[in-house]
């Protein structure tokens, strides 16, 4: 698994060579593109794209994936919706995203990556219950256009969204029934919503998993999250990665930590989880062999 360890890069810094530098020099392997210099990574130029990627394959990395915010809109302006972190990117229509999508599967092909995140869209009320035809005709028409161009889609469960948990992400990608989506899992999120993202939220997406995000967090006794470094809040890594090895998973493992400790900056709280994911790891039988 250390082997397959990156970051995303906004995570260390928005200064994206300083986040390379970061990642060579602490042993990861690949980056994750969500926002560069204040700027989501779909504002990117061609050439600002080419750059960062001789940059990173300078340092012995690779472009693991697109985090674009694709999805993350309202299915109807006029309903009310819960609304989270676009990252640097305004609330634009859904016809606007997928025009959004188009220029994330061109600049992956810059990157030389065919992997790009995706959302459900802003959170309705009973999402699954009142709207999943209308999320999955979008999903699917955006599997098509993906499976047409050779990418793979990778849809996250994020509690603003309304795949906001692994049942109802799991749920909307079998749905869409297409090769070209699956699931990117976040069990870090799905302690953020307060579900136990194990057992319960593995067992719902194992069988449609392709990437797996990383953090981790404790609730306060009024239930409000506070990101901390991996290994000191309430996600059960080992019994997570035990049984990911277990089940033969071989895909990619990402930090996204959220964490900055108190006086300290984003780097910092990505080392400090980078150590205690490290720490968890060695506790491991299957990284001991």
């Given at each position: ?5 990156g ?5 260390v ?5 300083a986040?390379l530098?970061?990642a060579a020099?602490?042993g990861?392997?690949h ?7 204040s700027?989501?990574?779909?504002a990117?130029?061609d050439?600002?794209?080419?750059r960062i990627r001789?940059?990173a394959?300078?340092r012995g ?5 697109v985090a674009?915010p ?13 609304e989270?972190?676009?990252f640097?990117?305004?609330e ?6 997928f025009a959004?999508l188009?220029?994330?599967?061109d600049?992956a ?8 995140r995706i959302?459900s869209?802003?959170?309705?009320t009973e ?5 999943e035809a209308?999320?999955v005709g979008?999903l699917?028409?955006?599997?098509k ?6 990418m793979?889609l990778?849809l996250?469960?994020?509690?603003s969204c309304?795949?906001?948990?692994a ?10 029934q ?5 699931v990117?899992?976040d069990?870090?999120?799905e ?5 136990p ?6 067992a719902?997406?194992r069988?449609l998993?392709?990437?797996v ?5 404790v609730?306060?006794a009024a239930g409000k999250?506070?990101?901390v470094p991996?290994?000191?809040?309430d996600?059960p890594y080992?019994a997570h990665f ?5 089940e033969g998973?071989?895909g ?12 300290g900056t984003?780097m910092?709280?990505?080392?400090m ?5 490290l720490?968890?790891l060695?506790?491991?039988p299957?990284e001991?062999r």
């Amino acid at each position: 698994m250390r082997d397959r360890l990156g970051v995303i890069t906004d995570e260390v810094s928005s200064d994206v060579l300083a986040a390379l530098d970061f990642a060579a020099v602490r042993g990861l392997k690949h980056v994750e593109l969500r926002s560069i210099d204040s700027r989501n990574v779909l504002a990117l130029s061609d050439a600002e794209a080419d750059r960062i990627r001789a940059e990173a394959e300078s340092r012995g990395l690779f472009i693991s994936c697109v985090a674009s915010p694709v999805f993350k809109c309202a299915l109807d302006a006029s309903r009310p919706v819960a609304e989270g972190d676009r990252f640097n990117q305004e609330e634009r229509s859904p016809a606007e995203h997928f025009a959004m999508l188009e220029r994330a599967m061109d600049l992956a092909e810059r990157f030389g990556t065919n992997r790009i995140r995706i959302f459900s869209f802003w959170r309705e009320t009973e999402p699954i219950e009142r709207f999943e035809a209308e999320i999955v005709g979008h999903l699917s028409r955006a599997a098509k256009l993906a499976e047409a161009r050779g990418m793979l889609l990778l849809l996250e469960n994020e509690p603003s969204c309304n795949g906001g948990f692994a049942a109802e992400v799991a749920r909307l990608t079998a749905a869409v029934q297409s090769p070209a989506l699956r699931v990117l899992w976040d069990p870090g999120n799905e302690q953020y919503g307060n579900r136990p993202s194990f057992p319960d939220g593995h067992a719902a997406i194992r069988r449609l998993l392709a990437h797996v995000h990383l953090k981790d967090v404790v609730l306060d006794a009024a239930g409000k999250p506070r990101a901390v470094p991996i290994g000191s809040g309430d996600v059960p890594y080992e019994a997570h990665f035990q049984a990911l090895t277990d089940e033969g998973y071989t895909g990619l493992f990402t930090l996204e930590t959220h964490y900055v400790p108190e006086g300290g900056t984003a780097m910092d709280g990505t080392a400090m989880a980078l150590e205690g994911l490290l720490a968890v790891l060695g506790r491991l039988p299957s990284e001991k062999r």
